[in-house]
């Protein structure tokens, strides 16, 4: 049941460690980012002000977002919106805070991990950092971490998240706004739960963990733990409906 199938959750997810997995991608230059964003985009347009479909999607997707409680994090003045990063990625480092499972099927090009930013966090003084999950809950949990130990120019990214991201992209005509482990882009996308596929954008191939409410209690958990147990820190039970989504 509901208890065994955390259990078994908890043990693969904490084998590959969850706050730190995934490939490393190198870092490169801004006009390698600039170059490669380029040939991602191909005949890029700008988003169609009178495009109702998108912006309904867009607008329940912040809704969603904020209904999770991304407020306690306090990050207002530390968030980077998906426009802004779409349109100088080169301005940014980007931390995927997923895990590796999710990270594998496509990830925002030249995101690098937790762990590559835990290793050598002097690697990205230059720039802002920004951290993403799939709508945002779990990547502002850990940009709140990071703040709190201490590290400086740490955001969180507005608007959705990863998702507000590819239905950004897609609405703008990219067609693989992610990449691979080896940079190949793709139009895959891991949406955590399948009821966020919907926010996807337009011709992208979605998957979904087979139990993701185990998931996001396993990250509730890691984050309060990371946080020093916050006394606001709201409990999510198995059947609450924000425990669908990261």
């Known amino acids: 049941p509901t208890h065994s199938r955390?259990?078994?959750a908890e043990s693969e997810t904490s084998s590959q460690g969850f706050d730190c997995v995934g490939a490393t991608a190198g870092l490169t230059s801004a006009e390698q980012i600039d170059e490669h964003m380029n040939f991602l985009d191909g005949s890029v347009e700008p988003i169609d002000p009178d495009d109702e479909a998108f912006h309904e999607k867009q607008e329940k997707l912040k809704t969603l977002t904020g209904s999770l409680g991304t407020a306690k994090f306090q990050l207002d003045k530390n968030t980077v919106s998906?426009?802004?990063?779409?349109?100088?990625?080169?301005k940014y480092h980007i931390i995927d805070a997923r895990t590796a499972e999710e990270i594998e099927v496509g990830r925002i090009p030249e995101a690098r991990t937790l762990m590559s930013f835990d290793r050598h966090p002097e690697d990205f003084g230059d720039k802002p950092v920004v951290v993403y999950s799939t709508v945002g809950y779990i990547g502002g949990g850990r940009a709140r971490e990071l703040i709190n130990k201490g590290h400086k120019n740490i955001n969180t990214?507005?608007?959705g998240a990863l998702l507000?991201?590819?239905?950004?992209q897609t609405a703008r005509g990219v067609e693989n706004p992610l990449v691979k482990a080896d940079?190949?882009?793709t139009n895959q996308v891991h949406t955590f739960s399948p009821n966020l596929?919907?926010?996807a954008g337009e011709g992208m191939d979605c998957t979904h963990f087979k139990d993701p409410t185990s998931v996001i209690n396993l990250a509730n958990r890691s984050i309060r733990r990371a946080l020093h147990g916050w006394n606001d820190f709201d409990e999510m039970d198995d059947d609450g409906e924000a425990t669908h989504y990261g």
Do not use: N
């Open 157 to 159: 990214l507005g608007d």
């Open 197 to 199: 596929a919907t926010f």
């Open 6 to 8: 955390r259990a078994q």
């Open 164 to 168: 507000g991201y590819t239905l950004h």
């Open 183 to 185: 940079s190949t882009p």
């Open 82 to 90: 998906v426009s802004a990063l779409a349109a100088s990625p080169a």
